[in-house]
């Protein structure tokens, strides 16, 4: 099996994979953000690590609009063309064309409420879903169909799929559950269904980077063959494979992107990851629980990649 026959053999249940996939991401210096250099320094990443699939950097942020200070001004909001999307679709074109044959060439995607705090701030967008949801919604419409335009041509240029990221379900963000269902879920289902329908593989992951969850039960039946998520949770932790049992599919994480990924010794990311092994699910992929510092060594990674790759049961 090459990397690609052994990540999708996760999802066939009459084969196994060879070994345990494992993959690391963190972002590069801005001058490796765009053009060529950007597409050397992920396969430099790439093959170095050993990771299992090409996993490229999402860099074309939303650009601020400070005319949106309230929620009549999501108006206001514009539909982007695929020339706003013009550096990071090269980066794709670059990456599938130089390792979609050896690998699976996935690529972050944002969740349009990301997009808004983007635009906004996530103060902002937050506090106008509170006030005024309908209002709200017109902008997160706008926002979704300039992100489909983009995730569309993507796969019109040979991407696998998408690292598809969501945010506004945690803990505290809205005092209920009518704000995420009204603003946030049907954004979100909208583009992961269409990933989901045309593409060969993507990872759903529930992002923590701004604030904690209590329970993520509500992406229970989120699209997505991976899940990837915090094991971390308000009320306590939960087990990778607690949390494959939750989704009913592939977990991918059990390695703390802060913890000694980050600032310990290879003889502690060793030590670490074989202790995720030892009591993971059947289907699993090693992974940090979200984007790791971009300092993080790559020999940090390299080692935790390595230590799944010989691991055996």
């Known amino acids: 099996m090459n990397k690609r026959d052994t990540v999708l053999s996760l999802f066939d249940t009459h084969s196994r994979p060879d070994y345990i996939p494992a993959a690391f991401f963190l972002h590069f210096d ?16 790439f093959r ?20 949106i200070k309230t929620p009549d001004d999501w108006v206001k909001m514009p539909e982007y063309g695929l020339d706003f999307y ?11 064309r130089a390792a979609g044959k050896e690998a ?12 808004a705090a983007q635009t906004a701030g996530y103060d902002t967008i937050t ?22 335009r983009f995730v569309k041509e993507c796969i019109l240029l040979g991407l696998d ?19 995420f269902d009204q603003c946030i879920r049907p954004y979100d289902l909208e583009l992961m269904e269409e990933i989901n329908r045309r593409c060969l593989f993507s990872i759903l992951h529930v992002c923590d980077y701004q604030l904690p969850y209590s329970s993520i039960t509500r992406f229970a039946d989120y699209p997505g063959q991976v899940v990837n998520a915090s094991l ?3 009320g306590g932790r ?76």
């Open 127 to 148: 506090r106008h879903i509170r006030q005024d949801p309908e209002k709200v919604k017109i902008g997160m419409h706008r926002i979704t169909n300039s992100v489909m």
């Open 238 to 313: 939960i087990t990778t494979r607690e949390a494959a049992e939750l989704f009913k599919r592939p977990f991918m994480g059990g390695l703390d992107r802060l913890g000694v990924l980050a600032k310990g010794s290879p003889a502690e990311v060793k030590a670490a990851a074989e202790a995720v092994l030892q009591d993971a699910p059947e289907r699993f992929i090693l992974a940090a629980d979200c984007t790791v510092p971009a300092d993080t060594s790559w020999d940090n990674l390299k080692t935790a990649i390595d230590t799944a790759h010989s691991w055996r049961r």
């Open 104 to 115: 699976l060439v996935i690529l972050t995607l944002y969740s349009p409420f990301m997009f």
């Open 30 to 45: 801005p001058t490796c953000h765009s053009g060529q250099a950007a597409v050397d320094k992920h396969l430099e990443f």
């Open 232 to 234: 971390e949770l308000t």
């Open 86 to 96: 013009e550096e990071p679709l090269k980066v794709v074109d670059g990456l599938v």
């Open 161 to 179: 799929g998408f690292y598809t990221s969501t945010q506004g379900g945690e803990a505290g963000r809205f005092t209920d559950d009518s704000s």
């Open 48 to 67: 170095y690590t050993g990771m299992d699939f090409v996993k490229i950097q999402y860099e074309r942020k939303f650009p601020p609009i400070a005319e």
